[in-house]
């Protein structure tokens, strides 16, 4: 799977949208952008995937380039609960659905 | 709607015991499962995987061993515990064929 990079960490206040950026500029056609938030002592919990199109959910939007060289998950009005390490992770269809996760950024929300 | 439940929550063994975790989803039939580690402050790490009863696969060598004795269960076990087997261990599922996975709450173990 291709790599990803990601800033170490964010800060936000609450009640703030928040842009997290992820580049993935050796992505290939068959590679979906999947994204994972974790806070420690928990699993890691899906928030949203893409492949071309932008997508929407009730944690999150997921914006990805023309190219798909890179991708933003924005998160609109957030609160503490969302203070988490974001993992942007690319996987390509078929295998054994393997998940490589990185360092992500870690998100601080002020109050 | 489906849960995920791991078990034990925590575990403190000595270097050289054997081990047992325990991994079961309920609500969702032939589930793939897999099992990850993450050391402390490490990253999360994918171990096994399995797609169907009786049949796991290995993706990375941590002298630990999986095995799938019922579609909703997944056991992670060794006969020697390793000091580097510390860590958080997370058991997770999908559906077959590509999709999110959804993870269960971890175990913590401490290898003394």
């Known amino acids: 799977d291709a790599k990803t990079t990601q800033p170490d960490s964010m800060e936000s206040t609450e009640g703030e949208t928040v842009h997290l950026p992820c580049s993935h500029a050796?992505?290939?056609?068959?590679?979906?952008i999947y994204w994972y938030r974790q806070v420690p002592l928990q699993g890691p919990e899906y928030v949203t995937h893409?492949?071309?199109q932008n997508t929407t959910n009730s944690m999150a939007f997921l914006a990805i380039a023309s190219d798909r060289k890179s991708s933003t998950l924005i998160l609109p009005h957030v609160s503490l609960r969302d203070a988490a390490v974001y993992h942007c992770?690319?996987?390509?269809?078929?295998?054994?659905?393997?998940?490589?996760f990185g360092q992500g950024t870690v998100l601080s929300v002020i109050p | 709607a489906q849960t995920i439940h791991q078990w034990p929550v925590a575990e403190i063994k000595a270097v050289g015991s054997p081990l047992s975790l325990g991994c079961t989803i309920k609500?969702?039939?032939?589930?793939?499962l897999y099992w990850y580690w993450q050391a402390t402050g490490g990253t999360l790490q994918q171990l096994f995987y399995?797609?169907?009863?009786?049949?796991v696969e290995s993706v990375v060598q941590l002298n630990l061993s999986a095995s799938r004795p019922k579609d909703d269960q997944f056991i992670l076990s060794t006969e020697k515990l390793l000091l580097s087997h510390s860590g958080f261990y997370l058991c997770?599922?999908?559906?077959?064929?590509?999709?999110?996975?959804?993870f269960g709450p971890g175990t913590r173990l401490t290898v003394l």
């Open positions: 997770a599922w999908s559906l077959q064929g590509p999709g999110e996975q959804y």
């Open positions: 050796t992505i290939s056609g068959n590679e979906y």
């Open positions: 893409g492949l071309q």
């Open positions: 992770i690319l996987r390509a269809t078929g295998g054994n659905n393997k998940l490589t």
């Open positions: 609500g969702k039939s032939s589930p793939n």
């Open positions: 399995s797609i169907t009863v009786g049949q």
